[in-house]
Nanobody
Framework: QVQLVESGGGLVQAGGSLRLSCTAS?????MGWFRQAPGKEREFVAA????????SYADSVKGRFTISRDNAKNTVYLQMNSLKPEDTAVYYC??????????????????WGQGTQVTVSS
């Protein structure tokens, strides 16, 4: 059974930065980040394949967020810069087997972290 543990959330002012981490137990997986703001559905943020390739971003974060991974540590990162109040949400990491693509679709992921709160004040 795969377990995902997220960290790095917190409160930051608009324009600031945060880095989220997600460490997976077990095997190397394709990883994604999603977020859910209050009263809204969960949405895709970024994804990366096990090899570090096939990176994709939601249009709303492109140019501000960077996804990366360190397979030696089984950890994926989400560097978030130029944060805006609309980035406020619970951020979830998700994983799926490495034999598949790095999907943008929530339904494609088999494993989910517990979520970490990111709050951006104006």
């Amino acid at each position: 059974q795969v377990q995902l543990v997220e960290s790095g959330g917190g409160l930051v002012q608009a324009g600031g930065s945060l880095r989220l981490s997600c460490t997976a137990s077990g095997r190397t997986l394709n990883m994604g980040w999603f977020r859910q703001a209050p009263g809204k559905e969960r949405e895709f943020v970024a994804a990366i394949r096990w090899s570090g390739g096939s990176i994709s971003y939601a249009d709303s974060v492109k140019g501000r967020f960077t996804i990366s991974r360190d397979n030696a540590k089984n950890t994926v990162y989400l560097q978030m810069n130029s944060l805006k109040p609309e980035d406020t949400a619970v951020y979830y990491c998700a994983a799926r087997p490495s034999s598949y693509s790095a999907s943008r679709l929530e339904r494609d992921y088999d494993y989910w972290g517990q979520g970490t709160q990111v709050t951006v004040s104006s």
